[in-house]
């Protein structure tokens, strides 16, 4: 077929190639914001550069992405092109033609050469995409962690600071207490005593968030610890009408850790799962290692957490509960001791819904 193209008609179809290739790049950095935008107008724009664009028909697949510019026809010929960013295949390329109409001699050579070039304009796009949206991630992640250490210089410095006067008020309010037999004066000073302890209680927290807590770090078996929180926790759950699953890959796995801290970790999660959870729903926490770590998840099937609050949920303070029912504490104290045991917490979406807190650890210290 390609024998008897005139030597006018092949230079008409190079002219065609060439423009495809410059409108394919100026589709890319158009659309540049919009994956789909973009593979819609490479699809369009390459159905015109082949010799019959009235019969041609570009199909798209890539990941999840699926483009044709008509209907698939019940029959066809094709010509394809793999799509494979950082050499990986992840889709294709393909022009078809209706066997009905068109034969396999009616794709020219030049034509497969073009569509090649088209698949390394497109895995090309893919790949700055990706290099992009990762150095989005680094740089949003390096900014959350300067955050939260300065938060934590800031919050070890207030702790210190409070801890003084909490300790004089405390004892003060002792000593009026005992030495006085008055009834109202009594009263009062249980008030103030009650009130410094609660404060002395935040103090501690925001101390455990800036890593300033003491630990007493020992070899412990994490199941028969896990199991004895969740059986503390079990009023919360029958309350809640919620259940519990525990998976651990090995039962005779220990870790170098601090149990108080670590049980305050599986508390303050679980209770934040507990009271989000949907009732007759079910949060699983599974545990799995390998030589050096373990790591623990704890899913939920509740709301989720928005992306807009995901990086702010471990900052003191920050609470999605209404005013009076939590100090916003909770989390950035799991964030401390996770930090202080030289380990890493992440939250991620549990599809199809709910909430993941993702914990990395040492096995040693």
């Not at 423009?19 to 659309?31: D, F, N, P, Q, T």
């Not at 019940?74 to 390329?93: D, H, L, T, V």
């Not at 995901?310 to 939590?326: A, C, L, Q, Y």
């Not at 996770?338 to 040492?362: A, W, Y």
Request: charged share 25%.
């Amino acid at each position: 077929m390609s024998n008897n193209i005139s030597i006018s008609k092949r230079l008409e179809e190079r002219v065609k190639e060439l423009s495809c290739l410059y409108e394919v790049s100026s589709a890319i950095r158009k659309h540049s914001n919009s994956v789909l935008d973009t593979l819609e107008e490479i699809c369009k724009i390459t159905q015109q550069a082949w010799l019959y664009p009235d019969q041609a028909i570009v199909l798209l697949e890539l990941e999840n992405y699926k483009v044709a510019t008509a209907a698939l026809p019940k029959s066809y010929i094709q010509q394809s092109s793999i799509i494979s960013p950082f050499n990986e295949s992840r889709g294709a390329i393909k022009v078809l033609y209706n066997t009905g109409n068109l034969k396999n001699a009616h794709f020219l050579e030049e034509e497969q050469k073009l569509l090649n070039k088209v698949a390394i304009e497109i895995t090309e796009f893919f790949e700055r995409r990706e290099i992009e949206e990762k150095k989005e991630l680094l740089q949003r992640s390096a900014e959350r962690n300067d955050r939260l250490s300065i938060l934590g210089e800031i919050t070890a410095g207030i702790a210190h600071e409070l801890n003084t006067p909490l300790g004089n008020i405390l004892g003060f309010a002792e000593l009026i207490k005992s030495n006085s037999l008055e009834e109202q004066t009594q009263k009062d000073s249980d008030k103030i005593i009650k009130a410094a302890i609660y404060s002395r209680e935040i103090v501690k927290k925001l101390m455990f968030f800036a890593c300033e807590m003491p630990q007493h770090r020992e070899s412990t078996l994490l199941k028969p610890l896990i199991e004895q929180a969740l059986s503390l926790l079990a009023p919360n759950f029958k309350k809640a009408g919620i259940t519990y699953s525990l998976c651990i890959d090995n039962e005779q796995l220990k870790a170098q850790i601090d149990t108080i801290q670590f049980t305050q970790v599986l508390f303050n999660i679980l209770i934040n799962a507990i009271y989000i959870a949907p009732e007759k729903s079910e949060i699983f926490i599974t545990i799995r290692s390998d030589k050096d770590h373990f790591t623990m998840e704890i899913k939920d099937e509740g709301a989720g957490i928005p992306e807009a609050l995901r990086s702010k949920i471990f900052e003191p303070f920050f609470t999605t509960k209404p005013i009076g029912e939590g100090s916003g504490l909770g989390l950035s104290v799991v964030h401390g001791i996770i930090k202080s045991h030289r380990g890493e917490i992440i939250t991620f979406d549990n599809k199809p819904k709910g909430t993941v807190f993702q914990i990395k650890l040492p096995l040693k210290m």
